[in-house]
């Protein structure tokens, strides 16, 4: 038997009911994953933390993240469309920002936890 395998099938089965009862349905943890998906692009991320401080346009983003405006309209479109970032038009331009306190914590929470640890990445060190 390895390290990791199990002698029975269940060990705790008040537990495992229990976890089980809680779990989001299946499409709800899709949904999920895609918002995580989203966020593990580097240049999505940066668009996401510039909006920290508010709503900017589309070349005021490309400006503070180096990126070309048509790389950020494309992604701006993709965070839109998971309703991560919202808009507000004014006139022709539009203007972007976080869609809700719930983006903000969860971008709060992450770089925090960056922030405060030192990250272990067996993924980097064996592609070297």
């Known amino acids: 038997m390895t390290v990791d395998g199990c002698a029975v099938k269940v060990v705790d089965a008040d537990r495992v009911t229990a ?20 966020l593990s692009d580097p240049n999505r991320l940066r668009l996401l933390v510039a909006l920290l401080d508010g709503e900017l346009c589309v070349c ?19 965070l839109r469309a998971h309703r991560i970032v919202s ?3 004014s006139g022709r331009m539009a203007y972007y920002r976080l869609e809700d306190p719930h983006v903000r914590m969860l971008l ?14 067996p993924e980097r060190d064996g592609a070297s």
């Open 87 to 89: 808009a507000r038009r």
């Open 108 to 121: 709060d929470l992450a770089l925090a936890h960056t922030e405060h640890t030192e990250a272990i990445h």
């Open 19 to 38: 976890v089980r009862e809680r779990m989001p349905a299946a499409e709800d943890l899709a949904d999920t994953a895609d918002i995580f998906g989203l």
């Open 60 to 78: 005021d983003l490309a400006a503070v993240t180096g990126q070309s405006e048509s790389a950020v309209s494309h992604a701006l479109r993709l």
